[in-house]
């Protein structure tokens, strides 16, 4: 439960999700990714620690070089995680039709 | 099944849009919202309170077992007969604060409407907090259902 509430919470600040857009084209060193940003390299640091705690993104290691990508496991808990959610509003609306089509049944 | 119901979560906004098409005449999917026996049978509450005129306002409230579990209330805005209704609609004692919806009805054909709803958050946090409340809820469940079980070993 923990963890999932963190992706939600990752995704939740504009500069992680420009973060995760940029890694998703492809892997990134922490530096290559700072260069995008107006941010201090620590800033940046701590976000990408954030999202690689939350499991969206994933260490790799190059030679000397540690390189950022997509984490499938993180990016799928967030498909998931809608799916209660449409589930709830599709048992609703069934509901609203079965009770409105008794309802119709019974115009004479 | 394929779920009938569509749900667009726009990334970086602080919306959702909930589209369904029902086999229903427009004119009743608009009484399901709009007359409380309906709205009572279908959401499983209590219509305290439905004022169905411009700048009308309601109330819902949900007991179980003598203890209110669920209370919900808004404004409504803007009613326009069997195509829109605008309304406010908060949650009380929840995270997701007031949120502002556009409900848009039409007709298909003589048997089949569309709802298209969409709702605005106070900001994508608030938006955020709704989309893990099922998620939540379910969890709950499971975790009562687990305690039945366990209670009947004992």
Request: with cysteine; proline share 3%.
């Amino acid at each position: 439960m923990k963890l999932r509430r963190d992706v939600f919470q990752a995704i939740a600040d504009p500069t992680r999700r420009s973060i995760v857009t940029l890694v998703a084209a492809s892997a990134m060193t922490p530096g290559a990714i700072a260069e995008n940003f107006d941010y201090s390299r620590q800033t940046i640091s701590k976000h990408i620690q954030i999202l690689t705690e939350c499991e969206l993104l994933e260490q790799e290691q190059k030679g000397r070089e540690i390189y950022y990508q997509l984490n499938p496991k993180g990016i799928k808990q967030i498909a998931e995680f809608i799916e209660p959610f449409i589930k709830m509003w599709d048992d609703r609306f069934n509901t609203l039709e079965a009770v409105m089509k008794k309802h119709q049944s019974n115009i004479p | 099944m394929e779920q009938k119901t569509k749900i667009n979560v726009p990334e970086g906004k602080q919306e959702l849009t909930i589209t369904r098409v029902f086999d229903l005449p427009v004119e009743l999917l608009y009484k399901a919202y709009t007359e409380a026996e309906f709205i009572a049978q279908w959401m499983g509450t209590k219509v305290i309170k439905l004022e169905n005129k411009n700048l009308g306002s309601y109330e819902f409230e949900t007991s179980h077992e003598g203890k209110v579990v669920f209370k919900a209330n808004g404004t409504i805005h803007k009613l326009i007969d069997n195509r829109e209704i605008v309304r406010t609609f908060e949650m009380q004692d929840m995270p997701i604060g007031v949120q502002l919806e556009f409900l848009e009805f039409e007709e298909i054909t003589k048997d089949k409407s569309k709802l298209t709803m969409q709702i605005i958050y106070r900001s994508e946090k608030h938006r955020a907090e709704q989309l893990k409340l099922p998620f939540a809820y379910g969890l709950t469940m499971a975790h009562n259902k687990l305690e039945d079980l366990l209670s009947n070993l004992k």
